[in-house]
């Protein structure tokens, strides 16, 4: 892969002269405990040898140094208590091989993205929040550079809220992030350098037995020249319920969700409007023997045009924590999504996964949605060091009809064969992921996937491996964190 220059460098240098700072910070708390615990130390020798100097008292003894962030990250301390601000930049580096099962489609480049914050409180119980953010890409040369990759600098988020996570009822007006359950149906996905927002109206009122969170709203769309809008016909309403007095150590969460757009195709290949809804629950908890569990399980029900809509989903996770300082997780998967039986019988079978944060849900090469898809995950996590977390994962892939196509997170289409493949079998996964925070506003990320093409790949497409690797920085600035 090609060396990534430039912008990157420059940005880079930034970051670590903020981690040099931080690193300072870290180190100056160290001598100051280990000063305070000499002294405590040799106070306590002298006592025990019968010394005759007198014991120092506590306002004898020098005041024990507080660790300070670094001064970057004080802004708010001279800032009045009503506002407070955040920024962050994350760098990411990232590329792939075997673009679409090609050999030699290989490209690399640099994601950058800049956010700020501002929340002015003018009272406990009301509070107006701003996120601007501008998300670039550098040295791309294969395929899009524009959404998700890329937006020009813009406000992101903008709402008032009334109430707090306390209070019985609270309200958020504005554009804003909307996320439920462990966001495979509705998310920010945070992971994109663009992310996602909606224009909405949330309420949320809490009783002693549930929480109920009702929104209406529609999805921001990203515009490379002009003030993100929503709106353009979708709309996106639903109501997502909160409740552990059902089930011992659980919480069950049934949810609706609704969704409207315009200038859908159907299987004619007319476009028409889509009404759609999906009703599901998500329960999780806890077992004995060290084990929790995920569930979640949805049907769709609606139209497009005179083609009728039904397609269903799964999700079923079991998780064992083992005991030690490593902090061991194993985890197994299962996730089904329904696909399409035919193109042409005026009956669409295929999941819509809505707006889901879907990263390293399926893969994290990012190749594979909940869509038309039966999909095994084993995984491993530990942690081997302080603050050094180490991720491992197996993934195995099957269509779950082989006249449909094979979907990516985003939900497009990325393979098909027509006329309905040979085989279901998609491919295997491998990826292994470590992360360590170097200071409070510092972390570092890295990771790297590797596809196996299984039959069904090397029949819709050349066949070739696809390898995904990336390192990520994220400082935060003016805040403490």
């Known amino acids: 892969m090609r060396d990534v220059r430039g912008v990157c460098l420059v940005r880079w240098m930034v970051m670590m002269s903020a981690l040099l700072a931080g690193a300072s910070t870290a180190r100056a708390q160290q001598v100051a405990n280990a000063s305070a615990t000499s002294s405590a130390a040799a106070t306590n020798a002298n006592a025990a040898a019968g010394a005759s100097s007198p014991t120092p008292t506590s306002a ?44 030699g489609r290989d490209d690399a480049y640099a994601l950058s993205r800049f956010r700020f914050n501002a929340t002015v409180a003018p009272s406990p119980m009301f509070n107006v929040q701003v996120q601007a953010q501008d998300a ?19 406000l ?88 552990g007095a059902l089930i011992p150590n659980s919480s069950v969460e049934p949810y609706l969700f609704y969704r409207t757009d315009r200038n859908v195709r159907n299987e004619a290949g007319l476009l028409a409007s889509m009404r759609q809804a999906t009703i599901g629950v998500r329960w999780a908890g806890t077992l004995p023997k060290r084990l929790d569990y995920s569930h979640d399980v949805a049907v769709q ?25 490593k902090a061991v997780k194993i985890t197994g998967e299962f996730n089904l999504a329904s696909g399409d039986r035919s193109a042409t019988d005026g009956s669409r079978g295929t999941f819509d996964q809505l707006y889901p944060t879907p990263h390293d849900k399926y893969g994290l090469t990012d190749q594979v949605g909940w869509k038309n898809i039966k999909h095994l995950r084993a995984g491993l996590d530990l942690t081997p060091g302080k603050r050094f977390a180490v ?53 570092l990320m890295g990771g790297i996937a590797h596809i196996l093409p299984g ?17 990520m920085a994220t400082y935060v600035f003016l805040a403490d964190r």
């Open 60 to 103: 004898q003894l020098p005041p024990a140094r507080v660790a300070r962030p670094p001064f970057p990250n004080r802004l708010n301390e001279s800032l009045p208590s009503w506002l407070r601000v955040r920024g962050e930049f994350r760098e990411r580096i990232e590329g792939f091989q075997g673009a679409g099962f090609v050999g």
């Open 136 to 154: 670039r890409v550098a040295d791309k040369q294969i395929g899009a550079t524009g959404a998700p990759f890329s937006g020009a600098f813009d």
């Open 455 to 471: 039959a069904f790949l090397k029949q819709a497409t050349p066949g070739a491996s696809y390898t995904f690797p990336y390192l």
């Open 391 to 443: 991720n491992a994962n197996y993934h195995t892939w099957w269509l779950m009809e082989t006249n449909d196509a094979l979907y990516n997170s985003p939900g497009a289409s990325i393979a098909r064969v027509a006329g309905g493949a040979a085989s279901s079998f998609v491919g295997q996964e491998v990826d292994l992921q470590i992360s360590r925070p170097l200071t409070p506003q510092f972390q």
């Open 156 to 243: 992101r988020q903008a709402f008032a809220e009334v109430g707090t996570p306390k209070t019985r009822v609270a309200a958020r007006f504005g554009r804003q992030e909307l996320a439920y359950g462990e966001q495979r149906l509705v998310g920010h996905v945070s992971w994109l350098n663009t992310a996602r927002t909606f224009d909405a109206a949330r309420v949320t009122m809490r009783g002693k037995a549930a929480v109920v969170d009702v929104f209406s709203g529609s999805v921001v769309r990203i515009l490379p020249s002009e003030f993100d809008k929503s709106l353009n016909g979708n709309t996106f309403s639903g109501a997502y319920v909160t409740t």
């Open 301 to 325: 029900q609606g139209s497009v045009g005179s083609d009728s809509i039904g397609a269903w989903a799964g999700h079923f996770q079991l998780r064992e924590s083992f005991p030690g300082p």
